[in-house]
């Protein structure tokens, strides 16, 4: 039997073998429709149940059916889903168990080859091979470690944006996504958490009125507005009653503490935190985002988990309905996140997400140790639970409570079945299966190596950083004084450290509308950029760099004691920027466009705000959506065919079984008429008789042989049916391919009456 055809037909997850009831592994595979995941999961299990390598190896199986993941990975055990090699290589496999193969007194390139086998066996014991493991390691895979460079930084500039109108523009996901957001803040500065009090109320009032106003803040602007809010009431009373001054300090205090922290900056370096960067690479294909946070403190992963189901809500909102799993977001050990009796900050947006995930095709799988992490009455929309090995009978108990009501099995018979579970047996109970299952967990394509290391992790991220150099270039040389006269506006960066030494870049503040009347599309958009004219004979807007702060926020105020570096003579010359103004319009005008796409063959264009990205995986959808439609018109086309063969085969079946019981019967015939011949009468008619009945049971014999052959040419029949169906099939899987259905770049062009340079203006970064 080829088990490969079986388990890697579309849409099913290879989970493992089924087991008997004495756990002892059968031929059956364990094999679940990826979709069901849409209603998500929850895997319980103690420390050595095999709870890990289930978890990973559900986020193979979606990886290999091109399901992009998220993981948030509080411990380090996820991290081994980067560790595959299809070559099996002992070199390879030296780097990983290296530390283990020392604490072993063995050398390790030897431990190396033993481990190597003893994987590649494992594999193919499990009708798994070298292709396999291949495809999912050429998934892309990416540790990310917000508040540290060791994987992939983060960067949570993001934090405090203006979310989507799809949130802003719905009453009850917008007050949540307030609340979750404050309530994250508070707990990054170690505030006490509670709606009723004044900065919880302060803070949602403040950050509520910016984005009604449009505006994106971040934790700099933030203190800001603390201490000089937009407001002078809240509900009915003056703020200073509601709020004093000297309240108002002290929480922008915390918050400047966050800032001035040195490690601090790490968060504010690497890639954005965009979902759809997150779940997909740059060719559209599923990717595997895992955020290690072992290495913060509880308020930072709590703030930083927060951040990320908030954004994961927003991705969500933006999404089409979808009745096929699309993503999933994987959570390992949700202690903590998600308690029964608390309400943390990451508590409200995880509830949004099992609530409403499912109608856009978002899974959410949740894994912990033990079962009182979690709140059970807000899992009640969980329609997958795989329990492992328990730890104690309060355990088993709390988890049959949880399970209650779910299916025909009783309390007493679920209590049984899971205090005698094996290591990597897992209790599969599920509202998608007629009856709950026994299996044992297949052998994964990542090595299980255990927690990885910070050093480890960036050792495996090295060849996906980028530079990590600062924005701007620094002069180097040039004397610095404490006055320049120039007539044009001024402003300065903002240095909690009180460092008071200066250099100069151009900075332009300006707004374009991309307008196209015949398509419908108008769209403004502010820009906020700098160049550094250390090098530079005139202005360069070519080589603009985006500010990472609205320009408005930098004081025009100079600093007490501040030492500027000189300023180049072509700046000097240009009275209120008029030059920089004029050459800085032609750029723009010259330079910018909107950019948009469309597939010609579906006849989709982008959306305004839609990236390429986005619009592939759009498109995407739309082929996944008509493929499945045509998969299912294709099956019914041909189910009556089957279905009538199936009806022939039966009744083949039962005219075998009629013609061998005849046959049977004419034999005992014969028998009884023989012995009756030769030990009864002996006449002549009674012999002939004899014969006659041989003669029959000859002929029964070719009844039997010619209806098995007709058993048989049906069962070809059928088989070959089948595999003309899977086929047409696969000739859709090319059909409805991406790269058949071309995008093609479009673009439109401001017109020059549609730019606005709103200001140009002379701004002094720190100079460190």
Not at 143 to 152: E, Q
Not at 435 to 463: C, H, N
Not at 671 to 685: E, P, Y
Request: net charge neutral.
């Amino acid at each position: 039997m080829n088990y490969k055809d079986i388990y890697e037909k579309a849409g099913l997850f290879y989970l493992g073998k089924d087991v008997d009831e004495n756990q002892n592994l059968t031929d059956e595979l364990t094999l679940y429709k990826n979709k069901n995941f849409t209603t998500h999961a929850a895997i319980i299990g103690m420390t050595g149940s095999g709870k890990t390598g289930l978890g990973i190896g559900l986020i193979e199986e979606a990886a290999i059916d091109n399901i992009p993941s998220i993981v948030i990975d509080p411990k380090g055990d996820m991290g081994d889903l980067l560790l595959t090699d299809p070559k099996f290589s002992p070199e390879t496999f030296k780097d990983w168990v290296e530390d283990e193969a020392i604490a072993k007194n063995v050398e390790p390139l030897e431990y190396a080859k033993k481990i190597a086998k003893t994987w590649k066996e494992g594999i193919y014991s499990w009708h798994q091979d070298e292709k396999r493991v291949e495809k999912f390691h050429n998934v892309k895979k990416v540790i990310y470690t917000p508040g540290s460079n060791s994987g992939i930084s983060i960067n949570i500039l993001s934090a405090l944006a203006k979310p989507s109108s799809e949130i802003m523009d719905d009453i009850d996901n917008f007050v949540s996504y307030i609340n979750s957001t404050v309530s994250s803040l508070l707990s990054l500065i170690g505030e006490k958490i509670d709606s009723n009090s004044k900065e919880f109320v302060f803070l949602s009032q403040l950050i509520t009125r910016s984005w009604q106003n449009g505006e994106d803040l971040n934790i700099e602007s933030l203190v800001g507005k603390i201490l000089n809010p937009p407001f002078n009431k809240i509900g009915v009373l003056p703020l200073d009653n509601f709020i004093d001054e000297d309240d108002r300090f002290a929480l922008a205090n915390k918050f400047n503490a966050i800032l001035a922290s040195p490690s601090f900056m790490t968060w504010l370096q690497g890639e954005s935190l965009d979902i759809d960067k997150l779940f997909y690479d740059e060719n559209g294909n599923a990717k595997i985002s895992i955020f290690y946070i072992a290495h913060l403190n509880d308020n930072q992963r709590m703030f930083f988990v927060t951040l990320l189901l908030n954004k994961l809500i927003e991705w969500m909102r933006r999404q089409s309905g979808a009745n096929r799993l699309k993503a999933l977001l994987y959570m390992d050990e949700i202690y903590g996140y998600f308690p029964p009796s608390k309400n943390p900050p990451s508590k409200e947006p995880m509830m949004i997400l099992l609530k409403q995930a499912r109608a856009f095709g978002l899974g959410v799988i949740l894994s912990t140790q033990n079962p009182v992490d979690l709140d059970y009455k807000g899992l009640s929309n969980i329609g997958t639970w795989f329990i492992g090995r328990l730890q104690t009978k309060q355990d088993i108990e709390k988890v049959i409570d949880g399970l209650s009501g779910k299916g025909e099995m009783s309390k007493s018979q679920i209590k049984d079945i899971l205090s005698t579970l094996k290591k990597r047996v897992f209790f599969l109970k599920s509202a998608h299966l007629d009856e709950a299952v026994l299996f044992q967990t297949r052998w994964v394509m990542s090595y299980l190596k255990g927690p990885l290391k910070k050093d480890e992790i960036s050792k495996l991220m090295k060849s996906n950083k980028k530079s990590n150099s600062t924005n701007y270039k620094k002069l180097n040389n040039g004397e610095y004084v404490s006055n320049i006269i120039f007539d044009g506006l001024q402003r300065f960066e903002i240095d909690p450290s009180k460092q008071n030494k200066f250099y100069p870049t151009v900075a332009a503040s300006f707004e374009v509308i991309y307008s196209d009347s015949k398509k419908g599309i108008e769209k403004k958009e502010n820009y906020e950029i700098f160049i550094d004219p250390s090098e530079m004979n005139d202005y360069l807007w070519e080589e603009y760099e985006v500010l990472d702060s609205n320009l408005s926020n930098f004081p025009t105020k100079k600093p007490n004691n501040a030492k500027l570096k000189p300023l180049a003579d072509f700046i000097l010359e240009d009275k209120d920027f008029k030059k920089a103004k004029k050459e800085l319009k032609d750029y723009v005008y010259n330079n910018f466009k909107l950019e948009m796409y469309k597939c010609p063959k579906l006849r989709l264009q982008s959306n305004i705000n839609e990236s390429l990205d986005e619009f592939k995986i759009r498109v995407e959808d739309i082929l996944k959506d008509k493929l499945e439609e045509e998969i299912e018109k294709l099956k019914e086309r041909y189910k009556n065919r089957i279905d009538r063969i199936n009806a022939q085969i039966l009744r083949a079946n039962q005219q075998v079984e009629k013609e061998k019981a005849d046959q049977t019967s004419s034999i005992i015939d014969v028998g009884i008429s023989l012995i009756s011949a030769l030990f009864g009468r002996k006449s002549v008619s009674k012999v002939g008789r004899t014969v006659s009945k041989s003669t029959r049971v000859l002929k029964e014999r070719g009844d039997v042989s010619r209806a098995e052959e007709r058993l048989e040419l049906l069962k070809q029949k059928l088989q070959d049916i089948e595999l003309e169906l899977e086929d047409k099939i696969n000739d859709l899987y090319d059909k409805y391919s991406l790269e058949n259905y071309p995008i093609i770049e479009s673009f439109i062009k401001p017109k020059k009456s549609n730019i606005d340079i709103k200001e140009v203006s002379l701004l002094w970064r720190l100079d460190y």
